[in-house]
Nanobody, 125 residues
Framework: QVQLVESGGGLVRAGGSLRLSCAAS????????MGWFRQAPGKEREFVAA????????YYADSVKGRFTISRDNARNTVYLQMNSLKPEDTAVYYC??????????????????WGQGTQVTVSS
């Protein structure tokens, strides 16, 4: 059974930084891509960043490019999202997710089969 557990959310002022973590269990972590998504109140869930199974390829939404960095530690079965220069519009619940199929990397929520419970990020102005 695949489990994803996020941590690291919180309240931060605009311009500040947070690092989110997502610990995975239940299968061979190094075979699967990982993604971060977010959902603000009244909005649809949107793609933030994704990383390939080896970590050699990363992708970002235009809105976070240059400010957020996704990384992974396959020895620790953990994926990270370093968020710098945070803005009030980054306020949302952040979810990590992973596809059900190995060696597949996708950028849309429907391609991801397993999701964490989410962690709240609030950026004050």
């Amino acid at each position: 059974q695949v489990q994803l557990v996020e941590s690291g959310g919180g309240l931060v002022r605009a311009g500040g930084s947070l690092r989110l973590s997502c610990a995975a269990s239940g299968r061979t972590f190094s075979r699967y891509a990982m993604g971060w998504f977010r959902q603000a109140p009244g909005k649809e869930r949107e793609f933030v960043a994704a990383i390939s199974w080896s970590g050699s390829n990363t992708y970002y939404a235009d809105s976070v490019k240059g400010r957020f960095t996704i990384s992974r530690d396959n020895a620790r079965n953990t994926v990270y999202l370093q968020m710098n220069s945070l803005k009030p519009e980054d306020t949302a619940v952040y979810y990590c997710a992973t596809p059900g199929t190995a060696w597949v990397l996708a950028l849309v929520p429907k391609e991801y089969d397993y999701w964490g419970q989410g962690t709240q990020v609030t950026v004050s102005s």
